[in-house]
């Protein structure tokens, strides 16, 4: 009979500790959901000005406080209008004008006496009658609060995002003191590149794909004749950035209002199809090509990291769940008691590749020069 494997007791002891202090990080993350969400789209935000600083201060060639001030307005500028779009557009897709409300009800019993005689059913039930035991008084009542909440948290995250801006005046300072002796300063800064990279190398490719993939289901949209296909272009993009969900959402969701608003069944059935036909192509061909090695992640580590962090965090943790991947692949693989960790989570076992730069393969911005002025003398 095979010895079993025997580890040292340090081993054992050390591991038992770190799966100890990641069960009582999740717990506390999940307490403090109400205080930390906000905080992470504002660090989320933050990180976004400052890739679009350095993109407008390359481009244009800007001085860089001035290329702050404009990805500062830029970044809040377009949060504001994607909350507002969606706000406004699912407040106002429901209203008499646009004919879905008046004729919801009897469509969705025309479809379900087809589907039955489909199925050889000679009576089918109404959807009056289908929904009857649902309460869709609170459903509504749910949908209201939750839309009150997303105004309140946009708040909070515009006064964290002031609140980090104004941080960063003392982060080299802090820096210098976290790290008095060079080479561990560098090693910090360079960890701090590779967070940053990965987080821009995502919203990078997705921002790319889902101008891609928004531009042919407009067009898709507009040629069947859908309703409100602006905005659903706009629903597309954003969930987008949801990874599995994301691509779900935007390939059923049109086609199942294409439904409500045409009598006849081709047109959701085009959409349906050419949706995801668009979906697939981008998703199998184009973006692969475009991720390289910034996203060096595990797909079922993105998938257990969607359900985990959107459980805990709700639709802005699904949004962050990503990136706050890659941000913690990224530090445990600095340690070496939790580098194992940032092993399993990485797509081929080596989580220090990547491009530090994701819109050039293979080139490294020189790290922030940090004032070594005060650094206090190494310790004797």
């Known amino acids: 009979m095979k010895a079993p494997i025997t580890l040292p007791t340090s081993t054992v002891t050390r591991n038992a500790v770190v799966l100890i202090a990641a069960v009582a990080v999740g717990a506390a993350l999940y307490w403090l959901r109400d205080i930390l969400t906000p905080l992470a789209m504002a660090i989320f935000l933050l990180i976004m000005i400052d890739g679009v600083k350095r993109f407008v201060e390359k481009r244009f060639r800007l001085h860089s406080r001035a290329a702050g001030t404009v990805a500062l307005i830029l970044v809040i500028l377009g949060f504001f209008a994607s909350i507002g779009i969606l706000v406004n557009g699912a407040a106002g897709f429901f209203t008499d004008a646009s004919g879905v409300s008046t004729n919801l009800g009897p469509r969705l019993d025309a479809i ?141 969701a049109p086609p199942l209002f294409a439904l409500v608003q045409f009598d006849s069944y081709w047109p959701a059935l085009i959409l349906l199809i050419g949706l995801q036909t668009i979906l697939f192509l981008v998703g199998n061909l184009v973006q692969p090509r475009m991720q390289g090695d910034n996203q060096n992640i595990d797909p079922v580590v993105v998938l257990l990291s969607l359900a985990l962090w959107g459980k805990m965090w709700g639709v802005v943790g699904m949004f962050l769940s990503t990136p706050l991947a890659v941000m913690a692949m990224a530090i445990l693989a600095e340690f070496k008691g939790s580098r194992w960790i940032a092993v399993l989570l990485s797509g081929d076992g080596e989580p220090d590749t990547g491009h530090p730069d994701p819109h050039h393969a293979g080139r490294r911005d020189k790290p922030p020069q940090v004032d070594e002025a005060r650094t206090p003398p190494p310790a004797s």
């Not at 649902?134 to 909070?156: C, H, K, N, P, W």
């Not at 940053?196 to 891609?212: A, C, D, F, H, P």
């Open 112 to 252: 379900i006496r087809d589907g039955a005689a489909l199925f050889g059913m000679e009576t089918a039930p109404t959807a009056a009658e289908l929904i009857r035991d649902i309460d869709i008084r609170g459903y509504v009542t749910d949908l209201a609060f939750q839309m009150q909440g997303v105004a309140s948290g946009a708040f909070f995250v515009l006064v964290y995002l002031g609140f980090l801006i104004a941080a960063q005046a003392g982060f080299r300072k802090k820096l210098v003191h976290l790290f008095p002796h060079r080479e561990a300063r560098g090693e910090a800064v360079e960890v701090f590149e590779r967070v940053r990279s990965g987080v821009e190398g995502y919203l990078w490719v997705q921002t790319v794909t889902g101008v891609m993939i928004c531009a042919a289901a407009w067009i898709l949209m507009r040629a069947v004749g859908l309703q409100n296909a602006e905005f659903w272009t706009f629903v597309i993009f954003i969930v987008g950035f949801i990874p599995v969900l994301g691509g779900a959402v935007a390939g059923l």
